[in-house]
């Protein structure tokens, strides 16, 4: 089982990038498929980003299409999110989490991080 640190974010202005990493410690990193999610105030957990163990496939949810990209580097154990045209509405804390699926639902990720808050200004 892996444990998973968030880090990178921070207070941008609409319209700025940020880059978000998740750092893993313990074995099978590469084993596992990995995904972003991300809770704002008053809101539900939702759905981000999704990179399966390979990096062969990527799927984002709607509204950060085209603005966010999330990768992994297996030989650092370190999953990113690039986050460009910030947007007032990204604002929340960002999680990153392990699974077992390449899967927007998150019940399917065990292994959770412990969030970076993310705020966008107008």
């Known amino acids: 089982q892996v444990q998973l640190v968030e880090s990178g974010g921070g207070l941008v202005q609409a319209g700025g990038s940020l880059r978000l990493s998740c750092a893993a410690s313990?074995?099978?990193?590469?084993?596992?498929?990995m995904g972003w999610f991300r809770q704002a105030p008053g809101k539900e957990r939702e759905f981000v980003a999704t990179?399966?163990?390979?990096?062969?496939?990527?799927y984002y949810a709607d509204s950060v299409k085209g603005r966010f990209t999330i990768s992994r580097e297996n030989a650092d154990n370190t999953v990113y999110l690039q986050m460009n045209s910030l947007k007032p509405s990204d604002t929340a804390i960002y999680y990153c989490?392990?699974?077992?699926?390449?899967?927007?639902?998150?019940?399917?990720?065990?292994?959770w991080g412990q969030g970076t808050q993310v705020t966008v200004s107008s």
């Open positions: 313990g074995r099978s990193f590469s084993s596992y498929a």
């Open positions: 989490a392990a699974g077992r699926l390449t899967t927007t639902q998150a019940r399917a990720y065990d292994i």
């Open positions: 990179c399966s163990w390979s990096a062969d496939y990527t």
